[in-house]
């Protein structure tokens, strides 16, 4: 490039920035784009493994399959690392400036590791109970259930003691329940007609992907994303091997004309949405769950109502609506819990001024968001 001369215009600041707004905008677009294909996915495989169980699959059969199938595939993405190369040393960057931080010492390495393990269980407990409440429920209903989880992740935060009881959360926690109710059908139907093994399954998934919320935040920040889903998914593959290993040889083997869909499960319905999902949350941020929660049930639905025959009624969809509505309002308010009490003890306030009054730098302000 020649040398910018005296009579060349100058290039301002402005001009000089004028690409990168575009280029975030794009990340951000791409990234949007990678996370509803990922729900997509996970809702289309969740729909084909209701079809698998209706031709004599065993549902933990199949979670085991797609765990092992996701364990060898995030396996050779960390020992090829030329797709995360660059991920992995801002990663280890992170963890070098935690560990002078924070001065570890033995024990919390430790507990960094039982934390792991601990991720890895709830893992395994979530999917085999998504698939158990697949086998009892509809489809969409078990999605729906399945995304209580971040309701009773602000929940079990409140009983902690470390977030505070407000009416915006306590709104939310009751819609989520009523949500809930309505998604079962509990108003037009008794308790002798309710499947309550289905239900209980599909609460038991929640639970379990709050769990592995909660802990997977902690094992990420010890060993980096992309190793600790794999130290994950490696104890998911050792409690099923446990689980499975008393019942002999598989019956998943034997049904030789199914493994088309099950290949599918576990490539296109597990380890390509996860995949797009972590890549998406990279350039979209905290968004990206509600994105998921709110479009991962309504494909579950259309796919089973148009090739499982799986109809949802009038009162079924209301509730997944409040569900989904109230569980992205609450961990909006998770994620911004800052927000909600500024607002509360200084409604006049600027809401991007700090607790010292200055204004803080917006997200939109990073030039490195959306990278």
């Not at 590791?113 to 407990?125: K, M, P, Q």
């Not at 429920?137 to 470390?162: E, K, S, T, Y």
């Not at 091997?241 to 490539?267: E, K, S």
Request: charge should be positive; aromatic fraction near 6%.
């Amino acid at each position: 490039m020649a040398a910018q001369t005296s009579s060349s215009p100058p290039v301002t600041v402005a001009a000089a920035r004028g690409p990168e707004p575009a280029r975030r905008g794009q990340g951000r677009l791409a990234g949007y784009a990678a996370v509803v294909v990922a729900a997509a996915l996970w809702g289309f495989g969740g729909t084909v493994a209701s079809r698998l169980f209706d031709a004599g699959v065993d549902p933990l059969e199949l979670v085991a399959t797609r765990t092992f199938i996701t364990l060898a595939g995030l396996a050779l993405l960390v020992g090829a690392g030329r797709a995360t190369r660059r991920q992995d040393r801002q990663e280890r960057q992170d963890r070098q400036e935690h560990r002078d931080r924070q001065d570890r010492q033995a024990a919390p390495e430790r507990a960094g590791w039982a934390v792991t393990v601990g991720f890895g269980v709830s893992v395994a407990v979530a999917n085999g109970c998504l698939f158990l409440a697949i086998q009892h429920l509809p489809v969409a209903v078990a999605m729906v259930l399945q995304n209580l989880a971040p309701a009773l992740v602000v929940g079990w935060l409140i009983m902690l003691g470390r977030r505070r009881m407000s009416l915006p959360l306590t709104l939310g926690l009751a819609a989520a329940l009523l949500g809930v109710a309505l998604v079962v059908r509990l108003p037009e139907t008794s308790w002798g007609q309710l499947d309550l093994v289905g239900i209980g399954f599909g609460l038991a998934t929640a639970a379990g992907v709050a769990a592995f919320s909660v802990l997977g935040s902690a094992a990420t920040r010890a060993h980096g994303a992309l190793r600790a889903n794999v130290y994950a998914f490696a104890v998911s593959s050792v409690v099923w091997l446990v689980v499975l290993a008393p019942g002999g040889a598989p019956g998943i083997t034997r049904h030789g004309d199914q493994w088309p869909g099950i290949m599918f499960v576990g490539v296109l319905g597990t380890l390509v949405p996860f995949l797009l999902y972590a890549w998406g949350t990279a350039r979209v941020g905290a968004q990206a769950g509600a994105v998921n929660i709110s479009l991962e049930p309504v494909f579950s639905a259309v796919l089973a109502w148009w090739w499982l025959s799986q109809r949802l009624t009038a009162m079924q969809i209301a509730g997944g609506v409040v569900l989904v509505g109230a569980v992205i309002a609450l961990q909006h308010l998770r994620d911004h819990p800052e927000r909600e009490h500024q607002e509360r003890e200084h409604p006049e306030r600027d809401p991007r001024e700090g607790p010292d009054g200055a204004l803080k730098k917006q997200p939109d302000d990073d030039p490195g968001r959306g990278r």
